[in-house]
Structures are given as structure tokens and as C-alpha cells.
């Protein structure tokens, strides 16, 4: 699907020392989107937080601290870019900036977790066998459609990706960028690969990249490299992050060290210590 989203039109407006854009010809609970703005509570992350915010509508209310006024002009920005495109990202009701912070309130995306859609399948009956490699598929489609149209997203980790029926929302994309030939598009298959969840298997993520691959158009031979890429940077992804040790990881394998419920999953604790070769 390709055509263009419609997105609500947006006026200037300024308010307690903040400028910037909002909506137009909806309703909008501005001032208590600016009381949560200046509360301090929500989800923290390293760069930003975010609250949820249910009165007169669920949205999401999201601040940056100095120097973070471009991130909310590049979230705002991206978002629309996004939609104009034919995608799917959560629509921007406030976009402004006070000095150097950053502030964005967004309508809630809706649909559910792309790591929830995928645990939800993971049952053994032939029909959720069927929807979950149908789902795979259009992810990886889908990835390859956004990387053709020259956007590479911030950080596609599955708690960025939202899945609404046959489609999919990208989130948080104050990093995302569009560029000349998506370069460095290739790290967005390492974010989206380096986590386990329940219910995926090694074959369902060899869909997601093979449906990627024949949507970018790749040959056999570009094809096997690009797999073989992923692997070695899901797995020293996986090492850095989770504390693996690299010779621990090689003497298991990739598919140990992906194995939902196995000695690696971070769902159970700490990794396991190392092992001797046999």
C-alpha cells in the first residue's frame, strides 16, 4: 500500500514559553498535556520520556531535555514524511520546543506490540503456524518497502514496531532519517533480529529476511550474504548487550543463542557461564 495517509493540517502556537505546531481542527486537552510535560513522571530512557496520558482521548506525551528540541522537530518531521509515504506512524498533535528541549504529543498507534502479535501466535495449531509466518513475511516486506523509500529508522527494535491488522506503525523515529539510497538501512535488520521472544524460531526469522531480500530486489548470492551478515552482528549485538562472552556464543550457535526459553534468553537472568569446548 502506497498512498498517501491523510494527516490533520497544523497551525504555529506557543504557550508557557514553548513554540511550535499543533493540530488543527481537532480537539486538543493542550493544557494538560503541558501539565504532564513539566510533572516529571513517565517512562524514562536515555535520551527522553514518555507518559501516557488517557483524559479526553489516550495520547502519548513525550519530552526531551536539552539539547532535544531537533529531536522532537525530527520526530515531527519524520512522522509526517512517514505518512506522506504511504506508512503507518503515530500522528503528531503537538510538536514543539523551549529553548533546547523538546516536546511531542502523539495519538496512540493503536494495534499491539509486534513482539505481543508474535508470542499471541505462537501456539501449536496450523493456524497460528500459518499467521505467524504470514506475519513474518510482511514484516520483512514491509522493512524492505521503508528501506526502498530511502528511510532508515533510529532504533527498530520490536517495541518501536506496532502491528494494526495487515499493517505496520513505526514508533519513536526522532532518530529516524531519510536518505539517499537508505544507507545503513542494514542496521535496522540487527536491531529488529538481536531480541528473543517467545514463539520465534530461526525458520521464522529466515522469512522475515528472505521477504526483505526479495523486496529489495536481492540476488542469491546478496541474499546469503546478507544472512550470514545479520547473524554475526545479532550475535555480537547479543554478547555486548547481554554480557555473552564471544567464545561462549560461537561454541553454542546461533540458534542456541536465539532460542526463546534456552540458556540465553535474557527473559531468565544473566547469562550463563562460560562452557567448555568439547
Same mark, same amino acid.
Given at each position: 500500500m502506497s498512498a498517501a495517509i491523510r494527516l490533520p493540517g497544523y497551525q504555529p502556537w506557543a504557550a508557557a514559553g514553548w513554540r511550535g505546531w499543533q493540530a488543527s481542527g481537532v480537539a486538543l486537552d493542550v493544557e494538560a498535556w503541558l501539565a504532564v510535560a513539566a510533572s516529571g513522571? $513517565?517512562?524514562?530512557?536515555?535520551?527522553?520520556?514518555? !507518559?501516557?496520558?488517557? $483524559? %479526553?482521548g489516550a495520547v502519548y506525551v513525550k519530552?526531551?531535555?536539552a539539547p532535544g528540541?531537533?529531536?522532537a522537530r525530527r520526530a515531527f518531521a519524520m512522522g509526517r514524511a512517514l505518512a506522506g509515504a504511504g506508512f503507518l506512524?503515530? #500522528?503528531a498533535l503537538l510538536a514543539a520546543w523551549r529553548g533546547r528541549?523538546? !516536546? !511531542? #504529543?502523539? +495519538?496512540?498507534a493503536g494495534g499491539e506490540? !509486534?513482539?505481543?502479535? #508474535?508470542?499471541?501466535? +505462537?501456539?501449536?495449531? +496450523?493456524?497460528?503456524r500459518r499467521a505467524r509466518r504470514a506475519l513474518c513475511r510482511r514484516l520483512g516486506a514491509e522493512v524492505a518497502r521503508l528501506h526502498e523509500a530511502g528511510f532508515v529508522h533510529g532504533d527498530l527494535v520490536p517495541p518501536n514496531v506496532r502491528v494494526r491488522g495487515l499493517r505496520f506503525c513505526f514508533l519513536d523515529n526522532d532518530r529516524t532519517r531519510r536518505l539517499p539510497l537508505a544507507v545503513g538501512a542494514r542496521r535496522n535488520l540487527v536491531q529488529l533480529g538481536r531480541f528473543v521472544a517467545a514463539g520465534v524460531t530461526l525458520t521464522d526469522r529466515a522469512r522475515v529476511l528472505a521477504a526483505y531480500a526479495a523486496g529489495r530486489g536481492l540476488s542469491r548470492r546478496a541474499r546469503r550474504r546478507l544472512g550470514w551478515w545479520v547473524v554475526r552482528k545479532v550475535t555480537a549485538r547479543r554478547c555486548t548487550i547481554d554480557g555473552i562472552p564471544p567464545e561462549v556464543a560461537a561454541h553454542a550457535g546461533f540458534r542456541r543463542l536465539m532460542?526463546? %526459553?534456552?540458556?540465553f534468553d535474557p527473559a531468565l537472568g544473566a547469562a550463563p557461564p562460560p562452557e567448555q569446548p568439547a
Open positions: 513522571a $513517565g517512562r524514562r530512557s536515555r535520551h527522553a520520556r514518555t !507518559l501516557r496520558h488517557e $483524559g %479526553g519530552t526531551w531535555p528540541a531537533r529531536r506512524a503515530p #500522528v528541549e523538546g !516536546l !511531542l #504529543v502523539t +495519538a496512540d506490540g !509486534l513482539a505481543d502479535a #508474535v508470542t499471541a501466535l +505462537a501456539r501449536p495449531d +496450523a493456524g497460528a532460542q526463546p %526459553g534456552g540458556p
